[in-house]
C-alpha cells in the first residue's frame, strides 16, 4: 500500500520527530542503561538560548507568559563514567547518560516564584527537569511547580563541554 497526500506528509513528519528525539529519553536512564565508553565524560555547562514568551503549559495554566532567560547557565555539571551530576540551587541532580549522550534528569528544587495571568507566587514544591543530548548538544530546561499543576516555562539550552 502506498501513502500519498497529506497521509504521506504526515508519516514523514512523524518519522523525523521520531528520529530527531531519539538520543533524548522520555524517562531517566538507568544504571544498567548508562554509557561506559567515557565518550561524554567531563565538565559540561549548559547556557539558554531562547525562552519562547508564551508557552501552553500541560498543567492547569493554559498558557504562561515566560521571561526570557537566554544566558542563564546550567552548571557546570560532570559526567563521570556515564554518571550525571548537576548541583542546582542547593541541590544535587543525579542521573544517567546514555550511548547517544542523551539524558533526563528531574529533583525538587527550592522555589523561584511564579508569575502569570497578572498573578505571582512562589511555589512550595517546584521540580527541576532538564534533558537533552550530549552529542548533539541541544536540551530543554524547566522548574515546574507542583502548584500549578506542573506548569513551568521551559527554555532551550545549548551543551558545551569545557575544558
Keep these: 500500500m502506498q501513502v500519498t497526500g497529506k497521509y504521506a ?6 518519522m523525523m520527530l521520531c528520529v ?14 548508562k554509557d561506559s565508553s567515557g565518550r561524554f565524560d567531563g565538565r559540561w555547562l549548559g547556557t539558554v538560548t531562547r525562552t519562547p514568551s508564551t508557552q ?11 521571561s526570557d532567560r537566554s544566558g542563564l547557565t546550567i552548571g557546570p555539571f560532570m559526567v563521570t563514567d556515564g554518571s550525571f551530576r548537576l548541583n542546582y540551587r542547593g541541590e ?17 528544587v527550592k522555589s523561584e516564584g ?13 521540580t527541576l527537569l532538564v534533558s537533552g543530548s550530549l552529542e548533539s548538544k541541544k536540551g530543554t530546561f524547566r522548574v515546574t511547580s507542583v502548584d500549578l499543576g506542573g506548569a ?7 551543551f558545551k563541554k569545557l575544558k
Design 9 to 14: 506528509l504526515l508519516s514523514g513528519l512523524a
Design 20 to 33: 530527531s528525539c531519539s538520543s533524548v529519553p522520555l524517562m531517566p536512564v538507568s544504571a544498567s542503561g
Design 56 to 66: 501552553q503549559s500541560t498543567g492547569n495554566v493554559s498558557y504562561m507568559r515566560c
Design 92 to 108: 544535587s541532580v543525579t542521573t544517567y547518560v546514555n550511548s547517544s549522550g542523551g539524558f533526563k534528569a528531574t529533583a525538587p
Design 114 to 126: 511564579f508569575s502569570g495571568g497578572g498573578a505571582s507566587f512562589v511555589s512550595q514544591k517546584d
Design 152 to 158: 513551568g516555562c521551559a527554555s532551550v539550552l545549548e
